[in-house]
T-cell receptor, first 115, second 116 residues
Framework: GDSVTQMEGPVTLSEEAFLTINCTYT??????LFWYVQYPGEGLQLLLK?????DKGSNKGFEATYRKETTSFHLEKGSVQVSDSAVYFC??????????????FGSGTQLTVLP | GAGVSQSPSNKVTEKGKDVELRCDPI?????LYWYRQSLGQGLEFLIY????????KSGLPSDRFSAERTGGSVSTLTIQRTQQEDSAVYLC??????????????FGQGTRLTVV
């Protein structure tokens, strides 16, 4: 079946440090890949996505590239801020944008950025 | 509404009691999902509704769990005879109809269920 494995946390960084959160996947088809973020006290929000190999999703300074050869979708940011402190979830969905398939999530990575 | 709304935000119940969790999706979203997040775990898929189609119940962990969606909008997740292992955050999400860029799901803030 489909599965997502992401780097275990918690991760603690100083402000302006470089961030990488690793994510790898296994899928029975050709998945779309997502990063969701959950800020304290809020619901999950889509951070970025990529729907085909070599696509790069980006948002709010975060980037992730869909690497089919390594089945990975690592999240990166060059300079983190205190406001980036949150839980980050990697996820996949197999099927086209109109298909009735659910998202499969990783276990989440807690990021804390210290001033 | 402006976002996916879930109620209650927190629920403490005694073992063996039944509970109902409510989800009000974004207006116009025909797809609705329920997920469960146990402590230290990822999001576990429970059930999926798409329009008037039969729901995908493949993620429900036991027959104590059921869900319905009335009028294609509000959904209720019911857990009967609750057990301590049911303690988790229950998340609801909705997305647009098929063929309208339906890949993104919007999540509510969840209901934290504690069974004592």
């Amino acid at each position: 079946g489909d599965s997502v494995t992401q780097m275990e946390g918690p991760v603690t960084l100083s402000e302006e440090a470089f961030l990488t959160i690793n994510c790898t996947y296994t899928a029975t088809g050709y998945p779309s890949l997502f990063w969701y973020v959950q800020y304290p006290g809020e619901g999950l929000q889509l951070l970025l996505k990529a729907t085909k190999a070599d696509d790069k999703g980006s948002n709010k300074g975060f980037e992730a590239t869909y690497r089919k050869e390594t089945t990975s979708f690592h999240l990166e940011k060059g300079s983190v801020q205190v406001s980036d402190s949150a839980v980050y979830f990697c996820a996949l969905r197999v099927g086209t944008s109109g298909s009735a398939r659910q998202l499969t999530f990783g276990s989440g990575t807690q990021l804390t950025v210290l001033p | 509404g402006a976002g996916v709304s879930q109620s209650p935000s927190n629920k403490v119940t005694e073992k063996g009691k039944d509970v109902e969790l409510r989800c009000d999706p974004i207006s116009g979203h025909t797809a609705l999902y329920w997920y469960r997040q146990s402590l230290g775990q990822g999001l576990e898929f429970l059930i999926y509704f798409q329009g008037n189609s039969a729901p995908d119940k493949s993620g429900l962990p036991s027959d104590r769990f059921s869900a319905e969606r009335t009028g294609g909008s509000v959904s209720t997740l019911t857990i009967q005879r609750t057990q301590q292992e049911d303690s988790a955050v229950y998340l609801c999400a909705s997305s647009r109809p098929r063929g309208q860029g339906a890949s993104e799901a919007f999540f509510g803030q969840g209901t934290r269920l504690t069974v004592v």
